[in-house]
């Protein structure tokens, strides 16, 4: 069997990466596309190297724009790439406009869509991401959800049965496979950071950085609880220049963009991580590490449920009083089930063993 797994951004890396080496191991041939939605060659080499992921077999080389111009451009050039290829399955993950635009081709072309990280919803429309979420589970074939609550979603949906399997977290299995070498990796002494003694922020949503007023309060909150604990901030290449602007107050300390076995090294050495993003809000939970969520709303709600995670939006007085409190007294770890390391086994399985495009009930056909 042939398949397309698709990356398009750099956390795409690390969710690809468990599902093909489990559909290889079962004798699938792959082929790993690169849409270029987010390409910055530095960047992007030092997360190859770090996950042992072999260079992408087709670089697509989209570029940054618009979301209609992006998701146009990924689908003039995964198209022909489709027809060329002829696989039998196509699968993509996450939620970014390669995502979508690469889900489009593929159910115009034919062959079986697999969505990995399938029924994740924010509730929140005015986010693109969530529009990318639904148009995709829509047309797949495979609804891989890493949780009940996700697969719940589906559910509540009208999406059918056996459209929809709970294979756990992919980003986990990553996280799990990469989390002693990262540990060993030297990178807490190399910052002169020690355990437990700093906190770790990230900072990259366009809600979040784009708009400087925004930006300013969340600065302000996180000054004052740096005043508690000082605070590491890996600057994401879009925020820096708009956080430069602004200024960094006192007790934040900004360090380059880290690669993925120093981001993880971070995380888990650090007392409480401050975020706006849901892959973090993930890993936490399963270091179980006490996070703040700097958002009003999250598609991970099991990070909140069943995890450290707690949203604490973006008003500095609530971010202050909520990562106060955590400092104070940190919630005991918890673990989603089925985050165990083993999801691209479970996710090879059901895709190997779910039969072809001529055979298997398309997303519509009547059960």
Request: charged share 25%; hydrophobic share 40%.
């Amino acid at each position: 069997m042939r398949i397309i797994c698709v990356a398009g951004a750099r956390p795409n890396y690390m969710k690809i990466k468990p599902v093909m080496d489990a559909l290889e191991a079962r004798g699938a041939e792959t082929v790993l596309v690169h849409t270029g939605q987010h390409y910055d060659p530095a960047m992007n080499d030092v997360f190859f190297r770090d996950l042992g992921l072999r260079p992408p077999d087709h670089l697509l080389g989209v570029g940054s724009g618009s979301h209609a111009t992006q998701t146009g451009r990924v689908m003039a050039a995964f198209e022909p790439l489709v027809e060329e290829l002829a696989p039998d399955l196509v699968v993509v993950v996450g939620d970014v406009n390669s995502t979508l635009a690469c889900a489009l081709v593929t159910a115009k072309a034919g062959p079986l869509l697999a969505h990995v990280e399938a029924g994740l919803r924010s509730r929140d429309w005015s986010m693109p991401e969530e529009v990318n979420r639904v148009a995709t589970d829509r047309i797949s074939d495979y609804l891989l959800a890493p949780s009940e609550d996700a697969a719940e979603n589906l559910r509540a949906e009208g999406y059918h049965d056996d459209q929809v399997d709970v294979v756990g977290n992919v980003m986990i299995d990553t996280l799990f496979a990469n989390l002693d070498r990262a540990r060993e990796s030297g990178t807490l002494s190399e910052l002169g950071l020690s355990q437990g003694e700093y906190g770790l922020v990230t900072l990259h949503r366009p809600a979040n950085v784009d708009e400087p007023d925004v930006l300013a309060g969340l600065l302000k909150g996180l000054g004052e609880v740096a005043a508690h604990c000082p605070l590491v901030l890996p600057v994401h290449p879009r925020a820096a220049e708009k956080i430069d602007a602004l200024g960094v107050p006192g007790g934040i300390r900004l360090v380059p963009p880290a690669g993925y076995l120093d981001f993880i090294a971070l995380q888990a050495g650090a007392r409480v991580v401050l975020t706006d993003s849901g892959g973090v809000q993930e890993e936490t939970t399963a270091l179980g590490v006490p996070c703040v969520t700097l958002r009003d709303n999250t598609e991970r709600p099991i990070t909140v449920e069943q995890g450290t995670n707690v949203l604490a939006g973006r008003d500095p007085e609530r971010i202050v009083a909520t990562a106060l409190r955590l400092l104070a007294s940190p919630p005991p770890p918890r673990r989603p089930e089925l985050w165990d390391g083993h999801a691209g086994e479970r996710i090879a399985r059901v895709l190997l063993e779910g039969g072809t495009a001529g055979s298997r009930p398309r997303p519509t056909d009547h059960r």
